[in-house]
């Protein structure tokens, strides 16, 4: 089990982590459990595992600094599938209740599955439709907040698309890997900002719709020694990186988290 003595108490605010569908509260009740070094995914019918967090800022700094943890499926997956497995990733927005402004970000996640040729209306799972969610996620019932579509008054989702720079992520991943994965799915979908023909923007759009103040508050301050410029390119709300992103991730990581000889 990972240790949470080297995050801040604000990453732990409100974080909660499962399979199935996310407690959700105004109220934002410290993380008391332990993170575990390994969450095993099954394949197939199967919830989806959440990481719930107040905001998308909060969710990837504490997956940045969570070195020790990865995802990876379990031992009955890899008896059944041969080949690599990949992960699915559904990002959500909740609204904690109906008369507030507040939404927390949920990250869902499942193995991929391939859609069965017969399948009556496969062709939509196949498009990359970012309102449409993956069939993996059909093959189970639905988390509470997925099942009112992709743009509901109370909750929004955002199934994160393939494309030829940034393919679906291969398992095992680890948090800070996933991280940086989230980071770039974002500055995707802010490169598509003006093309009206996809919904590959309607992320940044909800970000910038839920989380206005987080933009601002990262672009005021001076940089200091590169690491505020690193951690606007981690979350996304920075310029495009100048070099590879998963050096970003590990020069956050490194200072907060020892791994797990120590070291």
Known sequence: MSSTQYLDAE????????????????????????IPNVIALP???????YIKAPSWRNLLKLM???SGTRLEPTMEAMAVIKSEMKLRVVISFVKVHHMS????TVLYMTIDHPVPPNAPTGWKY?????????WSYTLSQLPAFLRDGADAPLSRFYTVPETNELPFPVLPISFPTLAAYLASALETSRDA????SSG??????????????????????????????????????????QRDRNADVYE????????EHGH
């Open 11 to 34: 990453l732990l605010a409100g974080l909660s982590m499962n399979f199935g569908t996310p407690p959700i509260s105004p109220s934002l009740t410290p993380f008391a459990g332990v």
């Open 43 to 49: 394949y197939g019918r199967t919830l989806p595992f």
């Open 64 to 66: 940045a600094r969570l």
């Open 101 to 104: 402004n507040d939404w927390h």
């Open 126 to 134: 196949r498009n990359g439709d970012t309102s449409t969610l993956p």
């Open 193 to 196: 900002m003006h093309d009206s």
């Open 200 to 241: 590959v923007r309607r992320l940044a759009k909800c970000l910038d719709q839920f989380y206005p103040s987080d933009r601002p508050a990262l672009d005021d301050q001076p940089e200091r020694g590169g690491m505020r410029r690193r951690l606007k390119n981690l979350v996304g709300m920075g310029s495009r990186p």
């Open 252 to 259: 956050l990581v490194t200072p907060f988290m020892a791994d």
